[in-house]
């Protein structure tokens, strides 16, 4: 059986494919996007709580 390839490991034949190309293509431009805020803020929010449960042990 085949080992699938690495992400960022494009082969030959990933250049090929059509299909692939645009997978990639789009998961570049998502993931080259800002997180939203709200989104940005749970994160703080959970860090926060993270923090002042670390510190209480």
């Known amino acids: 059986m085949a080992k699938p390839k690495r992400p960022g490991n494009h082969g030959e ?3 090929s494919d ?3 190309a645009a997978l990639r ?3 570049d431009v998502v993931a ?3 997180l939203p805020e ?3 803020r749970l994160l703080d929010e959970i860090d ?3 923090a002042s449960k ?3 042990h």
């Open 13 to 15: 034949e990933m250049d």
């Open 18 to 20: 059509p299909i692939a």
């Open 25 to 27: 293509q789009m998961h």
């Open 32 to 34: 080259s996007e800002d």
């Open 38 to 40: 709200d989104f940005l």
């Open 48 to 50: 926060t709580k993270i």
């Open 54 to 56: 670390n510190a209480a």
